[in-house]
């Protein structure tokens, strides 16, 4: 059983409805972090939460929005998105947000928009 | 800007050949690396990381660092089927927290 549990795996939403993707670690960490993973394309970080604390934003447009009500929690919400937003949503998390601390994965989201 | 390069494959070996993946990263301050293995349809796994130059062996997988040349390269011993996915390499600048990854390779073990 992963320590990093996402749900849920599969998503299929029209561009004006409003969705959110949950993320659970049961690893004890405080870190936790969204990355968007597209075809032929490495994987973009999106978001970094340190102790609840948002501290990386990575250019990531207003129609995705996080919230981390604790260290053990994470959300994204959708609303309004486009095509191009189709992917593989992954949340990680490491014991702290520094270097030196591997993450760990969870099994993703795997998001349609039509 | 921060770019972590890796060879797309795909790489093909025969079962029980040494696998040998390649990654570069062009911020020399770089200073934490990590060797991922993502099966299709699955997400990222923790393989090895690595800190220091040299080379850090674990079970068959063996990373090795060369810093002055900005490279990373995971070894996979006596391949096995089973160790067909795809290898992102992730490294974490000297400065910041986040992780930046490479595309991955692709490699495909024939039994």
């Known amino acids: 059983e992963t320590g990093v549990t996402q749900t849920p795996r599969h998503l299929v939403m029209g561009m004006t409805n409003k969705k959110s993707l949950k993320c659970e670690q049961h690893?004890?960490?405080?870190?936790m972090y969204w990355y968007k993973q597209s075809a032929k394309k490495p994987l973009e970080l999106m978001f970094v939460?340190?102790?609840?604390?948002?501290?990386e934003n990575n250019s990531v447009p207003s129609r995705f929005s996080p919230e981390c009500p604790n260290s053990s929690h994470l959300f994204l919400h959708l609303h309004t998105l486009q095509p191009e937003d189709s992917a593989l949503y992954l949340c990680?998390?490491?014991?702290?947000?520094?270097?030196?601390?591997?993450?760990?994965f969870g099994d993703g989201t795997r998001l349609s928009i039509l | 800007q921060k770019e972590v390069e890796q060879n797309s494959g795909p790489l093909s070996v025969p079962e029980g050949a040494i696998a040998s993946l390649n990654c570069t990263y062009s911020?020399?301050?770089?200073?934490?690396f990590f060797w991922y293995r993502q099966y299709s349809g699955k997400s990222p796994e923790l393989i090895m990381f690595?800190?220091?130059?040299g080379d850090k062996e674990d079970g068959r997988f063996t990373a090795q660092l060369n810093k002055a040349s900005q490279y990373v390269s995971l070894l996979i011993r006596d391949s096995q089927p089973s160790d067909s996915a795809t290898y992102l390499c992730?490294?974490?600048?000297?400065?910041?927290?986040?992780?930046?990854f490479g595309t991955g390779t692709s490699l495909t073990v024939i039994p």
């Open positions: 990680a998390s490491s014991q702290e947000g520094g270097p030196n601390q591997p993450q760990h």
């Open positions: 690893l004890g960490h405080n870190a």
């Open positions: 939460y340190n102790f609840k604390e948002q501290t």
């Open positions: 911020d020399r301050g770089s200073q934490s």
């Open positions: 690595i800190y220091s130059n």
């Open positions: 992730a490294v974490i600048p000297l400065t910041g927290n986040q992780f930046y």
